[in-house]
């Protein structure tokens, strides 16, 4: 099976789990620091489904995401996570999406080829 560990998580023995969002990036994306000093974006991707909006929490290594704006529309291809954290005294959890690969909308040659590559590792299923 021809996977491109640059777009795909997983593998044969342990599952799957690849994420495609396309949509528009709904307010400014934010920077935050991580506890080992390193920096991601977050924001939320605006899409449809069975004509309800349905808004998609992103988050992305900052470089990834440096060119993101308010109203841009954009592919990501990533893998879904659910994260753990502390606030006020109480464990709290947050469901995202973390961006492997952001594609704007003028990228579709390359939006094309790392699509092609999830629907390769799809068929092999």
Same mark, same amino acid.
């Given at each position: ?18 994420? #495609?969002?396309?949509? *528009? $990036?709904?307010? &400014?994306?934010?920077?935050?620091? %991580? +506890?080992? /000093?390193?920096? =991601? ?12 909006? #349905?808004?998609?929490? *992103? $988050?992305?290594? &900052?470089?990834?995401?440096?060119? %993101? +704006?308010? /109203?841009?529309? =954009? ?20 469901? &995202? ?29």
């Amino acid at each position: 099976m021809g996977k491109s560990k640059k777009s795909i998580e997983g593998d044969e023995n342990n599952g799957l789990n690849v994420v #495609v969002v396309e949509g *528009v $990036v709904k307010q &400014e994306p934010t920077l935050r620091e %991580l +506890g080992d /000093g390193e920096f =991601v974006r977050e924001f939320i991707v605006a899409s449809y489904l069975d004509g309800r909006q #349905v808004k998609t929490p *992103v $988050v992305c290594r &900052e470089a990834l995401g440096a060119s %993101l +704006g308010a /109203g841009d529309e =954009v592919t990501i291809v990533g893998h879904v996570h659910m994260r753990f954290f502390a606030t006020g005294g109480r464990v709290t959890s947050r469901t &995202e999406v973390v961006a492997k690969q952001v594609f704007g909308a003028r990228a579709r040659s390359a939006r094309t080829k790392a699509l092609s590559g999830v629907i390769q590792v799809l068929e092999g299923l």
